[in-house]
Protein backbone atom coordinates (compact mmCIF):
# COMPACT_ATOMS: atom_id res chain seq x y z
CA UNK A 1 0.00 0.00 0.00
CA UNK A 2 2.70 2.83 0.91
CA UNK A 3 4.69 1.52 -2.29
CA UNK A 4 1.45 2.18 -4.16
CA UNK A 5 0.87 5.26 -2.60
CA UNK A 6 4.50 6.68 -2.84
CA UNK A 7 4.36 6.08 -6.14
CA UNK A 8 1.11 7.44 -7.60
CA UNK A 9 0.59 10.03 -4.98
CA UNK A 10 0.44 13.85 -6.31
CA UNK A 11 2.37 15.96 -3.65
CA UNK A 12 0.16 19.42 -4.26
CA UNK A 13 -3.01 18.27 -3.69
CA UNK A 14 -1.93 15.59 -0.98
CA UNK A 15 0.18 18.75 0.91
CA UNK A 16 -3.23 21.17 0.15
CA UNK A 17 -5.49 18.09 2.24
CA UNK A 18 -3.27 18.38 5.04
CA UNK A 19 -2.66 21.74 5.24
CA UNK A 20 -6.62 22.12 5.34
CA UNK A 21 -6.59 19.65 8.02
CA UNK A 22 -4.07 21.23 10.10
CA UNK A 23 -6.23 24.33 10.09
CA UNK A 24 -8.97 21.91 11.10
CA UNK A 25 -7.61 20.32 14.24
CA UNK A 26 -6.48 23.55 15.35
CA UNK A 27 -9.87 25.25 15.06
CA UNK A 28 -11.70 22.14 16.98
CA UNK A 29 -9.22 21.86 19.77
CA UNK A 30 -9.19 25.26 20.88
CA UNK A 31 -12.99 25.20 20.80
CA UNK A 32 -13.58 23.73 24.40
CA UNK A 33 -10.59 25.93 26.26
CA UNK A 34 -12.26 28.53 24.81
CA UNK A 35 -15.54 27.08 26.46
CA UNK A 36 -14.16 26.22 29.34
CA UNK A 37 -12.40 30.47 30.04
CA UNK A 38 -16.48 31.50 29.67
CA UNK A 39 -17.82 29.30 32.15
CA UNK A 40 -14.92 29.76 34.70
CA UNK A 41 -14.01 33.22 33.73
CA UNK A 42 -17.00 35.03 32.08
CA UNK A 43 -19.67 33.10 33.62
CA UNK A 44 -18.20 32.49 37.55
CA UNK A 45 -16.97 36.21 37.58
CA UNK A 46 -20.01 37.72 35.49
CA UNK A 47 -17.24 39.42 33.26
CA UNK A 48 -20.02 40.24 30.14
CA UNK A 49 -17.59 41.83 27.94
CA UNK A 50 -15.00 38.55 28.26
CA UNK A 51 -17.87 35.84 27.32
CA UNK A 52 -18.59 38.55 24.05
CA UNK A 53 -14.82 38.69 23.68
CA UNK A 54 -14.36 34.49 23.54
CA UNK A 55 -18.27 34.03 21.85
CA UNK A 56 -16.69 36.00 19.33
CA UNK A 57 -13.32 34.68 18.77
CA UNK A 58 -15.86 30.81 18.71
CA UNK A 59 -17.69 32.50 15.72
CA UNK A 60 -14.81 32.96 13.99
CA UNK A 61 -12.87 30.05 14.41
CA UNK A 62 -16.15 27.89 13.34
CA UNK A 63 -16.22 29.51 10.07
CA UNK A 64 -12.47 28.74 9.52
CA UNK A 65 -13.42 25.43 11.05
CA UNK A 66 -15.64 24.82 7.86
CA UNK A 67 -13.57 26.61 5.30
CA UNK A 68 -11.27 23.90 6.79
CA UNK A 69 -13.14 21.04 6.21
CA UNK A 70 -14.14 22.14 2.61
CA UNK A 71 -10.88 22.43 1.47
CA UNK A 72 -9.80 19.34 2.85
CA UNK A 73 -12.35 17.58 1.03
CA UNK A 74 -11.51 19.37 -1.92
CA UNK A 75 -7.86 18.58 -1.91
CA UNK A 76 -8.80 14.65 -0.59
CA UNK A 77 -10.92 13.93 -3.64
CA UNK A 78 -8.52 15.42 -6.32
CA UNK A 79 -5.75 13.49 -4.75
CA UNK A 80 -7.86 10.51 -5.21
CA UNK A 81 -9.31 10.54 -8.65
CA UNK A 82 -5.86 11.84 -9.50
CA UNK A 83 -4.18 8.72 -8.36
CA UNK A 84 -6.91 6.50 -9.43
CA UNK A 85 -6.61 7.52 -12.89
CA UNK A 86 -2.68 7.17 -12.62
CA UNK A 87 -2.82 3.78 -11.51
CA UNK A 88 -5.32 2.71 -14.23
CA UNK A 89 -3.41 4.23 -16.82
CA UNK A 90 0.12 2.39 -15.11
CA UNK A 91 -1.83 -0.91 -15.49
CA UNK A 92 -3.12 -0.72 -18.67
CA UNK A 93 0.56 0.28 -20.12
CA UNK A 94 1.70 -2.46 -18.49
CA UNK A 95 -0.90 -5.29 -19.73
CA UNK A 96 -0.67 -4.07 -23.39
CA UNK A 97 2.81 -5.37 -23.35
CA UNK A 98 2.11 -8.48 -21.57
CA UNK A 99 2.99 -11.81 -23.53
CA UNK A 100 0.26 -14.19 -24.15
CA UNK A 101 2.12 -16.12 -21.27
CA UNK A 102 1.90 -12.89 -18.75
CA UNK A 103 -1.97 -12.58 -19.57
CA UNK A 104 -3.12 -16.32 -18.91
CA UNK A 105 -1.06 -16.38 -15.93
CA UNK A 106 -3.72 -13.41 -14.74
CA UNK A 107 -6.34 -14.13 -16.37
CA UNK A 108 -8.65 -11.46 -18.38
CA UNK A 109 -11.23 -11.06 -15.59
CA UNK A 110 -8.69 -10.73 -12.86
CA UNK A 111 -7.10 -7.73 -14.68
CA UNK A 112 -10.26 -6.23 -15.33
CA UNK A 113 -10.81 -6.30 -11.66
CA UNK A 114 -7.68 -5.25 -10.56
CA UNK A 115 -8.01 -2.09 -12.74
CA UNK A 116 -11.20 -1.34 -11.63
CA UNK A 117 -12.70 -2.58 -8.32
CA UNK A 118 -8.96 -2.79 -6.49
CA UNK A 119 -8.13 1.05 -7.79
CA UNK A 120 -11.47 1.91 -5.95
CA UNK A 121 -10.22 0.36 -2.86
CA UNK A 122 -7.61 2.43 -2.98
CA UNK A 123 -9.00 5.83 -3.98
CA UNK A 124 -11.41 5.32 -0.99
CA UNK A 125 -8.71 5.03 1.55
CA UNK A 126 -7.02 7.69 -0.14
CA UNK A 127 -9.78 10.10 0.76
CA UNK A 128 -10.78 8.84 4.03
CA UNK A 129 -6.52 8.80 4.64
CA UNK A 130 -6.41 12.34 4.07
CA UNK A 131 -9.81 13.67 5.40
CA UNK A 132 -9.45 11.62 9.30
CA UNK A 133 -6.96 8.72 9.25
CA UNK A 134 -4.06 11.46 9.37
CA UNK A 135 -6.99 14.15 11.28
CA UNK A 136 -8.02 11.13 13.68
CA UNK A 137 -4.83 10.08 15.44
CA UNK A 138 -3.78 14.11 15.77
CA UNK A 139 -6.92 14.90 16.77
CA UNK A 140 -6.78 11.99 19.61
CA UNK A 141 -2.93 12.73 20.86
CA UNK A 142 -3.71 16.63 21.21
CA UNK A 143 -7.08 16.22 23.13
CA UNK A 144 -5.74 13.82 25.44
CA UNK A 145 -2.87 15.99 26.01
CA UNK A 146 -4.80 18.99 26.62
CA UNK A 147 -6.80 16.81 28.84
CA UNK A 148 -3.96 16.07 30.39
CA UNK A 149 -2.96 19.17 31.24
CA UNK A 150 -6.63 20.03 33.03
CA UNK A 151 -6.13 16.97 34.86
CA UNK A 152 -3.87 13.99 34.95
CA UNK A 153 -5.91 11.88 37.19
CA UNK A 154 -8.88 11.85 34.68
CA UNK A 155 -6.99 11.12 31.88
CA UNK A 156 -6.21 7.98 33.05
CA UNK A 157 -9.57 7.04 32.40
CA UNK A 158 -9.08 7.52 28.78
CA UNK A 159 -5.90 5.48 29.13
CA UNK A 160 -7.63 2.85 30.17
CA UNK A 161 -10.49 3.12 27.69
CA UNK A 162 -8.26 3.00 24.98
CA UNK A 163 -6.27 0.19 25.61
CA UNK A 164 -9.38 -1.91 25.78
CA UNK A 165 -10.47 -0.21 22.51
CA UNK A 166 -7.15 -1.13 21.05
CA UNK A 167 -7.28 -5.09 22.10
CA UNK A 168 -10.68 -5.35 20.74
CA UNK A 169 -10.14 -3.12 17.17
CA UNK A 170 -7.01 -6.16 16.93
CA UNK A 171 -9.10 -8.85 17.43
CA UNK A 172 -11.78 -8.14 14.85
CA UNK A 173 -9.12 -6.77 12.26
CA UNK A 174 -7.33 -10.27 12.79
CA UNK A 175 -10.41 -11.97 11.43
CA UNK A 176 -11.36 -9.71 8.95
CA UNK A 177 -8.14 -9.09 6.81
CA UNK A 178 -8.23 -12.45 5.35
CA UNK A 179 -11.72 -12.33 4.62
CA UNK A 180 -11.58 -9.02 2.96
CA UNK A 181 -8.31 -10.17 0.56
CA UNK A 182 -10.55 -13.01 -0.31
CA UNK A 183 -13.27 -10.88 -1.22
CA UNK A 184 -11.15 -9.24 -3.73
CA UNK A 185 -10.78 -12.82 -5.59
CA UNK A 186 -14.54 -13.86 -4.89
CA UNK A 187 -15.20 -10.26 -7.06
CA UNK A 188 -12.75 -12.43 -9.86
CA UNK A 189 -14.67 -14.98 -9.88
CA UNK A 190 -18.05 -13.41 -10.57
CA UNK A 191 -16.60 -11.22 -12.89
CA UNK A 192 -15.26 -14.03 -14.50
CA UNK A 193 -18.55 -16.39 -15.02
CA UNK A 194 -20.47 -13.10 -15.86
CA UNK A 195 -17.95 -12.41 -18.51
CA UNK A 196 -18.04 -16.19 -19.33
CA UNK A 197 -22.00 -15.81 -19.61
CA UNK A 198 -22.25 -12.52 -21.97
CA UNK A 199 -20.04 -13.79 -24.54
CA UNK A 200 -21.71 -17.30 -24.45
CA UNK A 201 -24.99 -16.41 -24.44
CA UNK A 202 -26.00 -17.48 -27.31
CA UNK A 203 -24.22 -21.06 -27.28
CA UNK A 204 -26.01 -20.97 -23.31
CA UNK A 205 -29.47 -20.44 -25.31
CA UNK A 206 -29.20 -23.21 -28.20
CA UNK A 207 -27.97 -25.88 -25.56
CA UNK A 208 -30.70 -25.11 -23.32
CA UNK A 209 -27.79 -24.33 -20.32
CA UNK A 210 -29.78 -21.40 -18.79
CA UNK A 211 -30.37 -22.87 -15.75
CA UNK A 212 -26.97 -24.27 -15.55
CA UNK A 213 -25.27 -21.16 -15.99
CA UNK A 214 -27.84 -19.41 -13.46
CA UNK A 215 -26.84 -21.96 -10.69
CA UNK A 216 -23.26 -21.48 -11.77
CA UNK A 217 -23.34 -17.99 -11.46
CA UNK A 218 -25.95 -18.28 -8.21
CA UNK A 219 -23.18 -19.99 -6.41
CA UNK A 220 -20.39 -17.69 -7.05
CA UNK A 221 -22.88 -14.57 -5.92
CA UNK A 222 -23.86 -16.10 -2.97
CA UNK A 223 -20.06 -17.28 -2.26
CA UNK A 224 -19.60 -13.55 -2.50
CA UNK A 225 -22.61 -12.40 -0.87
CA UNK A 226 -21.65 -14.89 2.70
CA UNK A 227 -18.17 -13.70 2.88
CA UNK A 228 -19.26 -9.83 2.59
CA UNK A 229 -21.75 -10.50 5.66
CA UNK A 230 -19.14 -12.12 7.50
CA UNK A 231 -16.82 -9.29 7.03
CA UNK A 232 -19.67 -6.45 7.79
CA UNK A 233 -20.75 -8.67 10.47
CA UNK A 234 -17.53 -8.27 12.45
CA UNK A 235 -16.60 -4.71 11.54
CA UNK A 236 -20.06 -3.73 12.75
CA UNK A 237 -19.45 -5.19 16.67
CA UNK A 238 -16.61 -2.40 16.37
CA UNK A 239 -18.93 0.90 16.73
CA UNK A 240 -21.72 -0.47 18.92
CA UNK A 241 -19.01 -1.84 21.65
CA UNK A 242 -16.86 1.46 20.90
CA UNK A 243 -20.21 4.09 21.93
CA UNK A 244 -20.06 0.84 25.10
CA UNK A 245 -16.55 1.93 25.91
CA UNK A 246 -16.96 5.72 25.51
CA UNK A 247 -19.92 6.34 27.19
CA UNK A 248 -18.42 4.63 30.57
CA UNK A 249 -15.41 7.12 29.89
CA UNK A 250 -17.59 9.66 30.10
CA UNK A 251 -19.76 8.08 33.51
CA UNK A 252 -16.15 7.68 34.59
CA UNK A 253 -15.01 11.37 34.05
CA UNK A 254 -18.26 12.93 35.38
CA UNK A 255 -18.05 11.01 38.81
CA UNK A 256 -14.67 11.29 39.59
CA UNK A 257 -14.64 14.75 37.98
CA UNK A 258 -17.84 15.90 40.58
CA UNK A 259 -15.59 14.52 43.57
CA UNK A 260 -12.73 16.44 42.51
CA UNK A 261 -15.07 19.51 41.83
CA UNK A 262 -16.37 18.84 45.45
CA UNK A 263 -12.99 19.10 46.85
CA UNK A 264 -12.20 22.47 44.64
CA UNK A 265 -9.58 21.04 42.89
CA UNK A 266 -11.16 21.19 39.74
CA UNK A 267 -12.96 24.34 38.30
CA UNK A 268 -16.76 23.19 36.99
CA UNK A 269 -15.42 25.09 32.84
CA UNK A 270 -13.07 22.62 32.98
CA UNK A 271 -15.16 19.20 33.50
CA UNK A 272 -17.51 20.62 30.55
CA UNK A 273 -14.11 20.80 28.39
CA UNK A 274 -13.15 17.94 29.54
CA UNK A 275 -16.49 16.22 28.63
CA UNK A 276 -15.93 17.83 25.25
CA UNK A 277 -11.92 16.32 24.60
CA UNK A 278 -14.14 13.17 25.63
CA UNK A 279 -16.49 13.58 22.81
CA UNK A 280 -13.49 14.59 20.40
CA UNK A 281 -11.75 11.28 21.34
CA UNK A 282 -14.99 9.32 20.48
CA UNK A 283 -14.97 11.21 16.89
CA UNK A 284 -11.62 10.63 16.47
CA UNK A 285 -11.87 6.88 17.24
CA UNK A 286 -14.66 6.05 15.10
CA UNK A 287 -12.95 7.96 12.92
CA UNK A 288 -10.12 5.74 13.25
CA UNK A 289 -11.88 2.48 13.43
CA UNK A 290 -12.98 3.51 9.70
CA UNK A 291 -9.61 3.00 8.72
CA UNK A 292 -9.48 -0.20 10.26
CA UNK A 293 -12.17 -0.99 8.08
CA UNK A 294 -10.73 0.22 4.68
CA UNK A 295 -7.31 -0.51 4.76
CA UNK A 296 -7.35 -4.34 4.93
CA UNK A 297 -9.57 -3.99 2.06
CA UNK A 298 -6.84 -1.31 0.20
CA UNK A 299 -4.04 -3.28 1.70
CA UNK A 300 -5.07 -6.25 -0.50
CA UNK A 301 -6.07 -4.30 -2.86
CA UNK A 302 -2.83 -2.72 -3.45
CA UNK A 303 -1.40 -5.77 -3.19
CA UNK A 304 -2.98 -7.09 -6.05
CA UNK A 305 -1.98 -4.09 -8.49
CA UNK A 306 1.41 -4.16 -6.99
CA UNK A 307 1.42 -7.59 -8.61
CA UNK A 308 0.70 -6.80 -11.93
CA UNK A 309 2.30 -3.59 -11.95
CA UNK A 310 6.10 -5.50 -10.33
CA UNK A 311 5.53 -8.50 -12.61
CA UNK A 312 8.65 -9.51 -14.52
CA UNK A 313 7.69 -9.54 -18.47
CA UNK A 314 8.60 -13.02 -19.59
CA UNK A 315 9.12 -11.22 -22.89
CA UNK A 316 11.82 -7.76 -22.79
CA UNK A 317 13.64 -6.05 -25.01
CA UNK A 318 17.30 -6.73 -24.68
CA UNK A 319 19.42 -3.94 -23.49
CA UNK A 320 21.31 -3.11 -26.71
CA UNK A 321 18.79 -3.38 -29.51
CA UNK A 322 20.04 -5.08 -32.94
CA UNK A 323 18.62 -3.42 -36.00
CA UNK A 324 19.02 -5.65 -38.58
CA UNK A 325 20.42 -4.16 -41.94
CA UNK A 326 18.89 -3.66 -44.76
CA UNK A 327 19.27 -6.59 -47.44
CA UNK A 328 18.70 -6.99 -50.59
CA UNK A 329 16.79 -10.02 -50.10
CA UNK A 330 15.39 -10.20 -46.69
CA UNK A 331 15.45 -13.70 -44.77
CA UNK A 332 13.10 -15.31 -42.24
CA UNK A 333 14.78 -18.52 -40.83
CA UNK A 334 14.01 -21.17 -37.99
CA UNK A 335 16.74 -23.01 -36.57
CA UNK A 336 15.71 -26.10 -34.88
CA UNK A 337 12.51 -24.45 -32.83
CA UNK A 338 10.89 -25.49 -30.07
CA UNK A 339 8.00 -24.32 -27.48
CA UNK A 340 6.27 -25.87 -24.69
CA UNK A 341 3.40 -23.68 -23.09
CA UNK A 342 3.42 -23.12 -19.37
CA UNK A 343 2.43 -25.93 -17.54
CA UNK A 344 2.59 -28.20 -20.43
CA UNK A 345 4.51 -32.05 -20.71
CA UNK A 346 4.36 -31.74 -24.01
CA UNK A 347 6.34 -29.59 -26.46
CA UNK A 348 3.89 -28.26 -28.79
CA UNK A 349 6.33 -27.42 -31.26
CA UNK A 350 9.31 -29.57 -31.84
CA UNK A 351 13.18 -28.98 -33.52
CA UNK A 352 11.07 -26.77 -36.49
CA UNK A 353 13.97 -25.22 -39.22
CA UNK A 354 13.40 -23.40 -42.18
CA UNK A 355 14.36 -20.75 -44.43
CA UNK A 356 12.37 -18.70 -46.48
CA UNK A 357 13.39 -15.35 -48.58
CA UNK A 358 11.59 -12.48 -49.73
CA UNK A 359 9.67 -13.30 -52.73
CA UNK A 360 8.57 -16.17 -51.52
CA UNK A 361 5.70 -18.25 -49.66
CA UNK A 362 6.17 -20.49 -47.04
CA UNK A 363 2.70 -22.37 -46.22
CA UNK A 364 1.92 -24.94 -42.73
CA UNK A 365 -0.60 -27.08 -42.97
CA UNK A 366 -1.59 -29.65 -40.51
CA UNK A 367 -4.34 -31.00 -38.36
CA UNK A 368 -6.11 -29.01 -35.52
CA UNK A 369 -3.84 -28.65 -33.00
CA UNK A 370 -0.69 -30.18 -34.80
CA UNK A 371 1.07 -26.36 -33.74
CA UNK A 372 0.50 -24.17 -36.36
CA UNK A 373 -0.85 -20.87 -34.62
CA UNK A 374 2.11 -21.73 -32.25
CA UNK A 375 4.60 -21.61 -35.16
CA UNK A 376 3.78 -18.05 -36.28
CA UNK A 377 3.23 -16.64 -32.98
CA UNK A 378 6.71 -16.82 -32.84
CA UNK A 379 8.01 -15.16 -35.66
CA UNK A 380 6.56 -11.57 -33.98
CA UNK A 381 7.84 -12.92 -30.53
CA UNK A 382 4.13 -12.96 -29.30
CA UNK A 383 5.99 -16.05 -27.49
CA UNK A 384 9.32 -16.97 -26.64
CA UNK A 385 10.82 -20.19 -27.75
CA UNK A 386 11.92 -22.67 -25.71
CA UNK A 387 14.89 -23.90 -28.04
CA UNK A 388 16.72 -22.69 -31.01
CA UNK A 389 16.67 -19.43 -32.25
CA UNK A 390 14.56 -17.35 -35.06
CA UNK A 391 15.94 -14.72 -37.39
CA UNK A 392 15.24 -11.99 -39.79
CA UNK A 393 17.78 -11.23 -41.74
CA UNK A 394 20.19 -13.20 -39.86
CA UNK A 395 19.19 -11.35 -36.98
CA UNK A 396 18.08 -12.86 -33.87
CA UNK A 397 13.95 -11.50 -33.21
CA UNK A 398 15.01 -11.60 -29.33
CA UNK A 399 18.31 -9.25 -29.85
CA UNK A 400 15.73 -6.70 -31.91
CA UNK A 401 13.55 -4.18 -29.84
CA UNK A 402 9.98 -5.27 -29.69
CA UNK A 403 9.08 -2.22 -31.80
CA UNK A 404 11.09 -2.68 -34.60
CA UNK A 405 10.50 -6.29 -34.93
CA UNK A 406 6.82 -5.55 -35.00
CA UNK A 407 7.18 -2.56 -37.30
CA UNK A 408 9.04 -5.55 -39.40
CA UNK A 409 5.76 -8.35 -39.37
CA UNK A 410 2.58 -7.69 -39.81
CA UNK A 411 -0.07 -10.77 -39.28
CA UNK A 412 -3.48 -11.74 -39.28
CA UNK A 413 -4.37 -13.51 -36.34
CA UNK A 414 -6.96 -16.68 -36.64
CA UNK A 415 -9.22 -14.81 -34.40
CA UNK A 416 -9.95 -11.72 -36.60
CA UNK A 417 -10.09 -8.95 -33.94
CA UNK A 418 -11.71 -5.69 -35.03
CA UNK A 419 -12.15 -2.23 -32.66
CA UNK A 420 -15.02 -0.14 -32.28
CA UNK A 421 -14.63 3.02 -34.54
CA UNK A 422 -15.44 3.00 -38.14
CA UNK A 423 -13.57 1.17 -41.12
CA UNK A 424 -10.98 3.75 -41.50
CA UNK A 425 -9.92 4.17 -38.29
CA UNK A 426 -9.49 -0.03 -38.21
CA UNK A 427 -7.96 0.28 -41.31
CA UNK A 428 -5.01 2.97 -39.80
CA UNK A 429 -4.47 0.72 -37.44
CA UNK A 430 -2.15 -0.83 -39.82
CA UNK A 431 -0.60 2.28 -41.06
CA UNK A 432 -1.82 5.60 -39.71
CA UNK A 433 -0.78 7.50 -42.60
CA UNK A 434 -2.54 5.65 -45.21
CA UNK A 435 -4.34 7.36 -47.57
CA UNK A 436 -8.26 6.73 -48.72
CA UNK A 437 -6.86 5.47 -51.88
CA UNK A 438 -4.67 2.98 -49.90
CA UNK A 439 -6.95 1.83 -48.10
CA UNK A 440 -9.61 1.50 -50.56
CA UNK A 441 -6.81 -0.83 -52.33
CA UNK A 442 -6.22 -3.18 -49.57
CA UNK A 443 -10.00 -3.77 -49.27
CA UNK A 444 -9.77 -5.11 -53.08
CA UNK A 445 -7.07 -7.24 -52.33
CA UNK A 446 -8.83 -8.62 -49.15
CA UNK A 447 -12.16 -9.06 -51.30
CA UNK A 448 -13.93 -6.66 -48.57
CA UNK A 449 -14.22 -3.43 -51.00
CA UNK A 450 -17.21 -4.91 -51.74
CA UNK A 451 -19.37 -5.55 -49.05
CA UNK A 452 -17.89 -2.23 -47.27
CA UNK A 453 -19.29 -0.02 -50.81
CA UNK A 454 -22.08 -1.22 -49.66
CA UNK A 455 -22.56 0.13 -46.67
CA UNK A 456 -21.31 4.20 -45.54
CA UNK A 457 -17.95 3.63 -47.25
CA UNK A 458 -15.13 3.91 -45.14
CA UNK A 459 -17.17 5.52 -42.24
CA UNK A 460 -19.01 2.29 -41.97
CA UNK A 461 -19.51 1.69 -38.18
CA UNK A 462 -17.90 -0.79 -36.63
CA UNK A 463 -19.02 -2.61 -33.39
CA UNK A 464 -17.08 -4.02 -30.62
CA UNK A 465 -15.29 -6.76 -31.56
CA UNK A 466 -16.69 -6.40 -35.31
CA UNK A 467 -19.82 -8.03 -34.23
CA UNK A 468 -22.01 -5.92 -36.90
CA UNK A 469 -19.98 -8.02 -39.30
CA UNK A 470 -20.00 -11.81 -40.41
CA UNK A 471 -17.12 -14.27 -39.36
CA UNK A 472 -15.68 -13.81 -43.24
CA UNK A 473 -15.99 -10.24 -43.05
CA UNK A 474 -14.13 -9.84 -40.64
CA UNK A 475 -11.17 -11.90 -41.43
CA UNK A 476 -11.47 -10.15 -44.71
CA UNK A 477 -11.11 -6.58 -42.61
CA UNK A 478 -8.45 -8.07 -40.83
CA UNK A 479 -6.69 -9.57 -43.89
CA UNK A 480 -7.00 -5.64 -45.46
CA UNK A 481 -5.64 -4.68 -42.30
CA UNK A 482 -2.19 -6.28 -42.09
CA UNK A 483 -1.36 -5.90 -46.25
CA UNK A 484 -1.85 -2.26 -45.60
CA UNK A 485 1.08 -2.02 -43.13
CA UNK A 486 4.33 -1.84 -44.89
CA UNK A 487 5.88 -5.14 -43.96
CA UNK A 488 8.71 -7.53 -44.91
CA UNK A 489 6.88 -10.45 -43.82
CA UNK A 490 3.10 -11.22 -44.26
CA UNK A 491 1.54 -13.85 -41.57
CA UNK A 492 -1.94 -14.83 -42.33
CA UNK A 493 -2.78 -17.46 -39.65
CA UNK A 494 -5.71 -19.93 -40.96
CA UNK A 495 -7.09 -15.96 -42.28
CA UNK A 496 -8.93 -17.62 -45.36
CA UNK A 497 -10.73 -20.32 -43.70
CA UNK A 498 -14.13 -18.63 -43.35
CA UNK A 499 -14.02 -17.62 -47.07
CA UNK A 500 -15.64 -19.90 -50.23
CA UNK A 501 -13.47 -20.86 -52.60
CA UNK A 502 -13.56 -18.98 -55.06
CA UNK A 503 -13.18 -15.59 -52.97
CA UNK A 504 -10.15 -17.42 -51.04
CA UNK A 505 -8.85 -18.19 -54.94
CA UNK A 506 -9.55 -14.73 -56.17
CA UNK A 507 -7.97 -13.23 -52.63
CA UNK A 508 -4.81 -15.46 -53.30
CA UNK A 509 -4.33 -14.18 -56.58
CA UNK A 510 -4.79 -10.49 -56.25
CA UNK A 511 -2.27 -10.77 -53.07
CA UNK A 512 0.15 -12.57 -55.31
CA UNK A 513 -0.43 -9.56 -58.20
CA UNK A 514 0.30 -6.64 -55.46
CA UNK A 515 3.88 -5.91 -56.27
CA UNK A 516 4.35 -4.82 -52.64
CA UNK A 517 3.15 -8.68 -50.90
CA UNK A 518 4.81 -10.42 -53.36
CA UNK A 519 8.17 -8.96 -52.86
CA UNK A 520 7.66 -9.62 -49.23
CA UNK A 521 7.91 -13.09 -47.53
CA UNK A 522 4.31 -14.31 -46.63
CA UNK A 523 3.50 -17.24 -44.24
CA UNK A 524 0.00 -18.67 -44.93
CA UNK A 525 -1.56 -20.63 -42.57
CA UNK A 526 -4.03 -23.19 -44.09
CA UNK A 527 -6.28 -26.32 -43.00
CA UNK A 528 -7.27 -26.19 -47.05
CA UNK A 529 -5.00 -27.26 -49.64
CA UNK A 530 -6.26 -25.54 -52.48
CA UNK A 531 -4.85 -22.68 -50.31
CA UNK A 532 -1.72 -23.00 -49.97
CA UNK A 533 -0.92 -25.07 -53.04
CA UNK A 534 1.75 -23.08 -55.04
CA UNK A 535 3.67 -22.07 -51.64
CA UNK A 536 6.98 -21.99 -52.36
CA UNK A 537 7.68 -24.74 -49.89
CA UNK A 538 5.46 -26.49 -47.11
CA UNK A 539 5.51 -27.32 -43.42
CA UNK A 540 3.52 -30.26 -42.85
CA UNK A 541 2.90 -30.39 -39.57
CA UNK A 542 2.00 -33.16 -37.08
CA UNK A 543 1.50 -33.02 -33.43
CA UNK A 544 4.15 -30.21 -32.96
CA UNK A 545 6.40 -31.38 -34.96
CA UNK A 546 7.22 -31.23 -39.00
CA UNK A 547 6.77 -34.64 -41.00
CA UNK A 548 7.30 -33.36 -43.95
CA UNK A 549 8.79 -30.36 -45.79
CA UNK A 550 8.46 -29.34 -49.95
CA UNK A 551 6.48 -27.92 -52.21
CA UNK A 552 3.05 -29.33 -53.69
CA UNK A 553 4.33 -32.05 -55.87
CA UNK A 554 7.11 -33.21 -53.99
CA UNK A 555 5.14 -34.15 -50.71
CA UNK A 556 2.03 -35.27 -53.35
CA UNK A 557 4.71 -37.37 -54.28
CA UNK A 558 6.59 -38.66 -51.10
CA UNK A 559 4.50 -38.06 -47.88
CA UNK A 560 2.19 -39.96 -46.50
CA UNK A 561 0.77 -37.35 -43.89
CA UNK A 562 -0.05 -34.72 -46.86
CA UNK A 563 -1.33 -37.01 -48.80
CA UNK A 564 -3.87 -38.19 -46.54
CA UNK A 565 -4.82 -34.28 -45.58
CA UNK A 566 -5.01 -34.28 -49.97
CA UNK A 567 -7.11 -37.47 -49.73
CA UNK A 568 -9.43 -36.69 -47.39
CA UNK A 569 -10.06 -33.51 -49.47
CA UNK A 570 -10.54 -34.66 -52.46
CA UNK A 571 -13.73 -37.00 -50.85
CA UNK A 572 -14.67 -33.11 -49.47
CA UNK A 573 -14.03 -31.41 -52.52
CA UNK A 574 -11.83 -29.34 -50.86
CA UNK A 575 -8.43 -30.11 -52.56
CA UNK A 576 -9.98 -29.99 -55.87
CA UNK A 577 -9.11 -26.49 -56.16
CA UNK A 578 -6.00 -26.85 -55.59
CA UNK A 579 -4.37 -25.83 -58.80
CA UNK A 580 -6.50 -22.77 -59.24
N1 LIG B 1 -2.35 -20.97 -24.42
C1 LIG B 1 -2.13 -22.28 -24.46
N2 LIG B 1 -1.81 -22.93 -23.33
C2 LIG B 1 -1.55 -24.25 -23.33
N3 LIG B 1 -1.57 -25.02 -24.43
C3 LIG B 1 -1.90 -24.44 -25.59
C4 LIG B 1 -2.19 -23.04 -25.67
N4 LIG B 1 -2.46 -22.74 -26.97
C5 LIG B 1 -2.34 -23.90 -27.66
N5 LIG B 1 -2.00 -24.91 -26.85
C6 LIG B 1 -1.75 -26.30 -27.24
O1 LIG B 1 -0.69 -26.33 -28.17
C7 LIG B 1 -0.95 -27.19 -29.23
C8 LIG B 1 -0.83 -26.46 -30.56
O2 LIG B 1 -1.82 -25.46 -30.61
P1 LIG B 1 -1.98 -24.51 -31.87
O3 LIG B 1 -2.99 -23.48 -31.52
O4 LIG B 1 -0.65 -24.04 -32.29
O5 LIG B 1 -2.56 -25.52 -32.96
P2 LIG B 1 -3.09 -25.21 -34.41
O6 LIG B 1 -2.39 -26.17 -35.31
O7 LIG B 1 -2.99 -23.78 -34.75
O8 LIG B 1 -4.61 -25.65 -34.25
P3 LIG B 1 -5.90 -25.13 -35.06
O9 LIG B 1 -5.79 -25.65 -36.45
O10 LIG B 1 -7.02 -25.77 -34.31
O11 LIG B 1 -5.90 -23.66 -34.97
C9 LIG B 1 -2.33 -27.78 -28.97
O12 LIG B 1 -2.16 -29.06 -28.45
C10 LIG B 1 -2.95 -26.88 -27.95
O13 LIG B 1 -3.75 -27.60 -27.05
Not at 12 to 26: D, E, S
Not at 36 to 65: E, W
Not at 206 to 231: C, I, S, W
Not at 360 to 379: C, D, E, H, P, R
Amino acid sequence: MIKLVKRFLNKWAALGAVLFMIVQVITFLYLPTLTAGIINQGIAKHDINYIIGQGVLMFILSILSVIAAGGNIYFAATQSQLMGKKIRSAIYRKVIYFSEQDLSKFGDSSLITRATNDVVQIQNVMVNMLRMMIMSPIMLVTAIVLAFTMSPKLTLIFVLSLVILVAIIYLIMGRSIPLFKSIQTKTDDLNLTFREGLTGVRVIRAFNRDDYEQKRFDHYNRDYMNTGLKVYRLTAMMFPLLTVILNFTNIGIVWFGSQLIASHSFAVGNLVAFMSYSTQILISFTMLSFMFVFLPRASASAARINEVLDHEDSITDSDQPVQPAKQAESTLSFNDVSYRYEHAEECALSDVSFNVHAGQTLAIIGGTGSGKSTLVNLIPRLIEPEQGSIKIDGVDVAKMSQFSLHQLVSITQQKAVLFAGTVRSNMQFGNREATDDQIWHALEVAQAADFIKAEAGLDTRVEQNGENFSGGQRQRLAIARTIIKDAQIYVFDDSFSALDFKTDAKLRGDLHADPKISRAISVIVAQRVSTIANADEIIVLDDGKVVGQGTHQQLLANNETYQSIVNSQIRTGGASHAEK
